[in-house]
């Protein structure tokens, strides 16, 4: 059972906003991870597209993904497209 924590900051950046390089970073997450949280402290922005594409690697993602120190902003961008995806 291997548990990795990625501090989002440090790997794309305050204000997250390309899709390509958060596809990439949970690409190269090793094989034998199980479980993986995702470290949001010190991000300040994060795009509807970056945020829609967060929660798709989330979901098809090979292993348990939780979230910590999720700022207010991105877990209302979170809360409306999951809303939204919900009514599809």
Same mark, same amino acid.
């Given at each position: ?16 906003? @390309?899709? #390509?390089?958060?596809?990439?970073? !949970?690409?190269?997450?090793?094989? =034998?991870?199980? /479980? ?18 967060? @929660?798709? #690697?989330?979901?098809?993602?090979? !292993?348990?993904?939780?979230?910590? =120190?999720?700022? /207010? ?16």
């Amino acid at each position: 059972m291997t548990i990795k924590e990625i501090v989002l900051k440090e790997e794309l950046g305050e204000n997250m906003a @390309l899709r #390509q390089e958060l596809e990439e970073m !949970f690409n190269n997450i090793d094989d =034998n991870t199980t /479980e993986v949280i995702m470290n949001f402290e010190g991000v300040e922005f994060m795009g509807r597209s970056i945020a829609q594409e967060y @929660l798709n #690697q989330k979901h098809f993602a090979s !292993f348990k993904v939780t979230e910590k =120190n999720v700022p /207010e902003d991105v877990q209302k961008m979170f809360d409306i497209i999951l809303k939204l995806n919900n009514k599809l």
